[in-house]
T-cell receptor, first 109, second 112 residues
């Protein structure tokens, strides 16, 4: 069964700390997405990766295709980064996205 | 600006009533999707449509129906046959041959 595992489920950190959220998947994928969901519920797409590394502001996403693993890093974390971060993959030959259950991040001032 | 509009944001219905959730996009995207989110679970695919007048069932289609009469619109009807309809519903779209998705802000449906 194709699944997506995220860790940790919950993460609380002090403002300014470096944050890492991990995502593992089971078989070959055509793309991996990192998404952000704020308390209101709407989802924002942060990154789409098929290889390597991408950076946008304080956010960095990496993917290791051989290890079937991706990480989302946040540098100099801020309370406004508090949200649920969701990893989703598109497996080869599959139209749909398969989602992880999310990591709830809380940044304390 | 282009995007996806879902309405309403909050919706309350009595048990046994059908209810239709709206999803409109002005991105000229070919594919559109409906997902359901329950606490502690990942988003699950209800229905998707890759082209006008065509749609396919996702993993949890029972109790739901959709239509795709226009490229920009993909409404979802939650029927009385859906046994546990209270959930958060998200609509998404994707341009053909492009892997990136755009998500709406969601509709929280509560059936009482």
């Amino acid at each position: 069964k194709n699944e997506v595992e995220q860790s940790p489920q919950n993460l609380t950190a002090q403002e300014g700390e470096f944050i890492t959220i991990n995502c593992s998947y089971s078989v070959g994928i055509s793309a991996l997405h990192w998404l952000q969901q704020h308390p209101g519920g709407g989802i924002v797409s942060l990154f789409m990766l098929s290889s390597g590394k991408k950076k946008h502001g304080r956010l960095i996403a990496t993917i290791n295709i051989q290890e079937k693993h991706s990480s989302l890093h946040i540098t100099a974390s801020h309370p406004r980064d508090s949200a649920v971060y969701i990893c989703a993959v598109r497996y080869f030959g599959n139209e749909k996205l398969t989602f992880g259950t999310g990591t709830r991040l809380t940044i304390i001032p | 600006d282009g995007g996806i509009t879902q309405s309403p944001k909050y919706l309350f219905r009595k048990e046994g009533q059908n209810v239709t959730l709206s999803c409109e996009q002005n991105l000229n995207h070919d594919a559109m999707y409906w997902y359901r989110q329950d606490p502690g679970q990942g988003l699950r695919l209800i229905y998707y449509s890759q082209i006008v007048n065509d749609f396919q069932k996702g993993d949890i289609a029972e109790g739901y129906s959709v239509s795709r009469e226009k490229k920009e619109s993909f409404p979802l009807t939650v029927t009385s046959a859906q046994k546990n309809p209270t959930a958060f519903y998200l609509c998404a779209s994707r341009a053909d041959r492009v892997y990136g998705y755009t998500f709406g802000s969601g509709t929280r449906l509560t059936v009482v």
